[in-house]
């Protein structure tokens, strides 16, 4: 028994020592901990208030040096810093970031486009390409298909029109109109008077072999309302042994003078009376320009009325054949004109233009 109670008197004594020691070594440990922490947030707290003045300056700085990288002086980067500032106006303000920056990019992106465009229809652009390749604007030069296959051509794709010239021939214009046609792969038809063709033989010809048609105008450019049976015969008839005797060819049209005709001139000429639906009025204008605007004003499948005596009718066409061309207008004779619209040439009947008598 007193063994055992020695025992438990060391026990005692050693916990009345270590308890003590324990509970110092305890709060020395948590005053430790407590004074880390407090360490640790101090510390924290320093590094946010040294943070935020920091990021502050470094915007400003940011801002000062953009601000200085732009002179000034330079307008142009002005008014790009302008332009930029009400973006990012127009952003803060309504939040359609995107949209501003989209809408004025396709708006500076259509300009571009605008411009090409406009320098490529640029008239002074085109000069210079065309003196640059002198083949490029010479149609004649195409591999377009003759006037024999002209009638195989689709209405689809190309405007045809018939243009006419009286009262010819004469070499000072018609020769000259026959080169323009010939830049064109053009063909025309020419309503000759017969009284004229001994004087301009070479002319007549000439029309022949560019291709062009020829016509009867009568003999000597009179009313035909106002002649016999006879005369009527004899005008017509002498004109086409005129044109036979030079090319060869006898014409299968006519077209009275003043475009006068009444039942008699109908029932006495066995061939279509060729009229027209569109009269550019040269005779009457004698001013290329004029004369030009109204060429230019026609519509596909016209018969276009003109004179070969009249310089001012060359030059306007020297104005208006490019023009035509390029709106796909193409020149053909009067009989290709009724053979493409598929419109018959009736003896004896009287035609003004095919998309009339379609009622186009
Ligand atoms: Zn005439």
């Given at each position: 028994m007193n063994k055992e109670h020695n025992k438990e008197h060391q026990k005692r004594n050693i916990l009345k020592i270590v308890a003590p020691v324990l509970s110092g070594l305890l709060i020395i440990a948590v005053i430790i901990l407590f004074l880390l922490n407090s360490q640790k947030i101090k510390s924290t707290a320093r590094l946010v208030m040294q943070d935020a003045p920091d990021s502050i300056s470094e915007n400003n700085l940011k801002q000062t040096d953009q601000q200085s990288q732009?002179?000034?002086?330079d307008e142009h980067n002005s008014l790009e810093q302008n332009s930029l500032n009400s973006q990012e106006q127009n952003i803060n303000q309504d939040g359609n970031t995107l949209h501003s920056i989209i809408d004025l990019s396709s708006i500076s992106s259509e300009k571009t486009e605008k411009t090409i465009s406009e320098s490529d229809s640029d008239p002074a652009n085109s000069k210079e390409s065309d003196t640059s390749d002198p083949e490029k604007n010479q149609p004649g030069e195409t591999t377009e298909p003759s006037a024999s296959e002209k009638s195989l051509y689709s209405l689809v794709d190309y405007n045809y029109i018939a243009l006419t010239f009286d009262d010819g021939p004469y070499d000072e214009v018609d020769l000259e109109i026959l080169d323009l046609l010939n830049e064109y792969n053009a063909h025309a038809t020419f309503f000759l008077v017969g009284s004229r063709i001994d004087y301009y033989s070479d002319t007549v010809k000439a029309i022949a072999e560019q291709g062009s048609e020829i016509a009867n105008?009568?003999?000597?450019?009179?009313?035909?309302?106002?002649?016999s049976h006879e005369e009527l015969l004899a005008e017509i008839n002498l004109t086409n042994e005129k044109i036979k005797e030079y090319t060869g060819i006898t014409p299968t049209m006519i077209r009275p003078p003043y475009g006068a005709y009444n039942d008699s001139v109908l029932e006495a000429l066995p061939y279509p009376h060729i009229i027209w639906n569109?009269?550019?009025e040269d005779w009457r204008l004698r001013n290329a320009n004029l004369i030009s605007n109204s060429i230019e004003n026609t519509r596909p499948g016209s018969v276009i009325l003109m004179h070969s005596l009249f310089p001012e009718t060359l030059e306007a066409l020297k104005q208006s054949l490019p023009i035509l061309y390029e709106q796909n207008y193409r020149f053909v004779t009067v009989s290709e004109l009724y053979e493409i619209y598929e419109v018959p040439l009736i003896p004896h009947g009287i035609h003004n233009s095919p998309v009339d008598e379609l009622g186009y």
């Open positions: 732009i002179d000034p002086t105008h009568s003999f000597s450019h009179p009313d035909l309302t106002t002649l569109h009269d550019t």
